[in-house]
């Protein structure tokens, strides 16, 4: 069973995706703050991770520097950013850190988000 | 009435200038017809940081530093100074006092000054500081931006929570359905509107990167193509993008802003148009005669003068672009017309008929059209429907 880490502090967004990615047969990670979700990005191994980057005070970007410069080149895991910062710098900033693509919060329908997904465990 | 009569009545006329010249809160300052400083009042001081008897006798250009984001200040004083007409400095202009480090946001006016036979002998400039005027608006943006910010949030977890139950339509009864599926409307209105509010806090505090690209206004054809073509069809409408432009349209720009522009003016022509209407969108290139005609036609003569006023006379030879997107919808009622570009306003017809919508598109277009060097006009009739013109330098 493949297996998402969602770092996310928002328990309705937590819940809808628990409920709809179970009927996908995909194992769910739930980390609530930045350091939680570092630890478990190593220990759990995920497939793909769902980052948001506006939680509390701690930038999910550095959060997710973090993450990259932890890693051994060639074992990046995927990185999906589900965020309601739709700023271009901030998108910009993600995508130099490499991502698979960049969700805003409101503006993106669930069945795109899952869609997506699917894809890049395809 | 004797000699010494007329002195005194001299002497106190010249003293009542004095007075108001001191106690008004604008810094004014009065040149002869070359620009050498002849009078200046104590506001002057705070906003050239120069002390008004040391302005005395020098040239006014040398002692302004103004800085202008959006065109030349050596315009300003050059035409002002040839004592035609009245003058505006341009908007978001500011001024450095001597020795002082901070930039203070300033409106100015020039006026010329005539002797009794008609002559210009030079000209008065007022100058306004615009701090407080600025923070308060920058204020409210900075509100406005961190209340859009805390909505987006809820606003984002309803809409998943709300579209994961509409997903699940076999197990609910109709009536629950239809209640979510409202629901779920509304929220998705109520996301548009908040990129809205955030989109025009930006713009307006300068916060939106443009990018200088050279780009082919038709290229952006199929992009509004693939996003519109479903919804126009399914409000019974047809839709045409650049299908007839031959020759390339190049400016120097940036495709997302300009799709920005394009999406919300399409997107108008549709929810404001009737069944079997058409929408639109052509492009060409045109000369400044052509957009003067435009202008003097739609009433902005006076504004599109003033913007081709900047072109140098080779440039004006040159071609420009000119973009319609034209609808044969529900028009705009003329007395509304004015007020169109206003944030939150929106048209008593397409209010009365229940048509949902912010009110910030066309605000969000002009301020987009005018960061690109652009300007739009538009002509509209109630009932028949509405054509904007947008104009761009050319770099073909």
């Given at each position: 069973?493949?297996?998402?880490?969602?770092?996310?502090?928002?328990?309705?967004?937590?819940?809808?995706?628990?409920?709809?990615?179970?009927?996908?047969?995909?194992?769910?990670?739930?980390?609530?703050?930045?350091?939680?979700?570092?630890?478990?990005?190593?220990?759990?191994?995920?497939?793909?991770?769902?980052?948001?980057?506006?939680?509390?005070?701690?930038?999910?970007?550095?959060?997710?520097?973090?993450?990259?410069?932890?890693?051994?080149?060639?074992?990046?895991?995927?990185?999906?950013?589900?965020?309601?910062?739709?700023?271009?710098?901030?998108?910009?900033?993600?995508?130099?850190?490499?991502?698979?693509?960049?969700?805003?919060?409101?503006?993106?329908?669930?069945?795109?988000?899952?869609?997506?997904?699917?894809?890049?465990?395809? | 009435?004797?000699?010494?009569?007329?002195?005194?009545?001299?002497?106190?006329?010249?003293?009542?200038?004095?007075?108001?010249?001191?106690?008004?809160?604008?810094?004014?300052?009065?040149?002869?017809?070359?620009?050498?400083?002849?009078?200046?009042?104590?506001?002057?001081?705070?906003?050239?940081?120069?002390?008004?008897?040391?302005?005395?006798?020098?040239?006014?250009?040398?002692?302004?530093?103004?800085?202008?984001?959006?065109?030349?200040?050596?315009?300003?004083?050059?035409?002002?100074?040839?004592?035609?007409?009245?003058?505006?400095?341009?908007?978001?202009?500011?001024?450095?006092?001597?020795?002082?480090?901070?930039?203070?946001?300033?409106?100015?006016?020039?006026?010329?000054?005539?002797?009794?036979?008609?002559?210009?002998?030079?000209?008065?400039?007022?100058?306004?500081?615009l701090t407080e005027e600025?923070?308060?608006?920058?204020?409210?943006?900075?509100?406005?931006?961190?209340?859009?910010?805390?909505?987006?949030?809820?606003?984002?977890?309803?809409?998943?929570?709300?579209?994961?139950?509409?997903?699940?339509?076999?197990?609910?009864?109709?009536?629950?359905?239809?209640?979510?599926?409202?629901?779920?409307?509304?929220?998705?209105?109520?996301?548009?509107?908040?990129?809205?509010?955030?989109?025009?806090?930006?713009?307006?505090?300068?916060?939106?990167?443009?990018?200088?690209?050279?780009?082919?206004?038709?290229?952006?054809?199929?992009?509004?193509?693939?996003?519109?073509?479903?919804?126009?069809?399914?409000?019974?409408?047809?839709?045409?993008?650049?299908?007839?432009?031959?020759?390339?349209?190049?400016m120097v720009g940036d495709?997302?802003?300009?799709?920005?522009?394009?999406?919300?003016?399409?997107?108008?022509?549709?929810?404001?148009?009737?069944?079997?209407?058409?929408?639109?969108?052509?492009?060409?290139?045109?000369?400044?005669?052509?957009?003067?005609?435009?202008?003097?036609?739609?009433?902005?003569?006076?504004?599109?003068?003033?913007?081709?006023?900047?072109?140098?006379?080779?440039?004006?030879?040159?071609?420009?672009?000119?973009?319609?997107?034209?609808?044969?919808?529900?028009?705009?009622?003329?007395?509304?017309?004015?007020?169109i570009f206003e944030s939150?306003?929106?048209?008593?017809?397409?209010?009365?008929?229940?048509?949902?919508?912010?009110?910030?598109?066309?605000?969000?277009?002009?301020?987009?059209?005018?960061?690109?060097?652009?300007?739009?006009?538009?002509?509209?009739?109630?009932?028949?429907?509405?054509?904007?013109?947008?104009?761009?330098?050319?770099?073909?």
């Amino acid at each position: 069973m493949k297996k998402i880490l969602f770092i996310e502090d928002d328990p309705i967004i937590l819940k809808v995706f628990q409920s709809r990615l179970a009927e996908e047969h995909l194992d769910i990670i739930v980390a609530i703050d930045s350091d939680e979700g570092l630890r478990k990005a190593k220990t759990e191994h995920p497939d793909l991770i769902v980052l948001d980057i506006f939680m509390g005070e701690k930038s999910g970007l550095d959060t997710f520097a973090a993450l990259r410069a932890e890693e051994k080149s060639g074992a990046r895991i995927p990185v999906i950013i589900l965020s309601t910062d739709d700023r271009e710098e901030t998108r910009k900033k993600a995508e130099e850190l490499g991502i698979e693509d960049y969700f805003v919060k409101g503006l993106v329908s669930l069945r795109e988000i899952v869609a997506r997904i699917q894809e890049i465990l395809a | 009435m004797s000699d010494d009569g007329k002195k005194t009545e001299l002497q106190y006329a010249r003293d009542t200038i004095a007075s108001m010249l001191a106690s008004i809160r604008e810094g004014v300052i009065i040149t002869d017809g070359t620009g050498t400083i002849l009078a200046a009042n104590p506001v002057t001081e705070l906003l050239t940081g120069i002390l008004p008897t040391e302005l005395i006798g020098k040239g006014i250009e040398e002692m302004m530093t103004f800085a202008c984001d959006n065109d030349d200040v050596s315009d300003f004083f050059e035409e002002s100074l040839r004592g035609w007409r009245a003058l505006e400095l341009p908007k978001n202009c500011s001024i450095t006092p001597k020795g002082g480090k901070a930039r203070i946001p300033v409106a100015a006016n020039a006026t010329p000054l005539f002797n009794p036979e008609g002559a210009y002998t030079g000209v008065v400039f007022v100058l306004r500081d615009l701090t407080e005027e600025v923070n308060a608006r920058n204020r409210q943006y900075q509100f406005l931006s961190f209340v859009s910010h805390q909505l987006r949030a809820p606003i984002a977890s309803l809409r998943l929570g709300l579209e994961m139950l509409l997903d699940k339509k076999e197990r609910l009864v109709p009536e629950t359905h239809e209640i979510l599926r409202d629901l779920y409307d509304i929220t998705t209105r109520f996301s548009g509107l908040i990129k809205e509010l955030l989109n025009i806090t930006r713009l307006a505090e300068g916060r939106v990167e443009f990018r200088q690209d050279s780009i082919d206004v038709r290229d952006l054809g199929p992009f509004l193509t693939q996003e519109f073509e479903r919804l126009a069809t399914s409000n019974n409408i047809t839709f045409s993008s650049f299908a007839d432009s031959e020759t390339p349209l190049m400016m120097v720009g940036d495709k997302e802003r300009m799709l920005d522009v394009l999406r919300n003016l399409v997107a108008n022509a549709i929810f404001y148009n009737k069944p079997r209407g058409e929408v639109v969108i052509r492009g060409r290139l045109t000369h400044s005669k052509e957009v003067e005609t435009i202008a003097a036609r739609t009433g902005a003569g006076l504004q599109i003068g003033e913007y081709l006023r900047h072109f140098s006379s080779t440039e004006k030879e040159k071609n420009m672009i000119l973009i319609e997107v034209a609808d044969t919808g529900l028009g705009i009622p003329a007395s509304d017309q004015p007020r169109i570009f206003e944030s939150f306003f929106r048209a008593r017809n397409v209010v009365k008929r229940g048509i949902h919508g912010t009110g910030l598109g066309l605000s969000i277009v002009k301020s987009i059209v005018e960061h690109l060097n652009g300007r739009i006009m538009f002509e509209s009739k109630e009932d028949k429907g509405t054509t904007f013109y947008i104009i761009f330098p050319s770099i073909t």
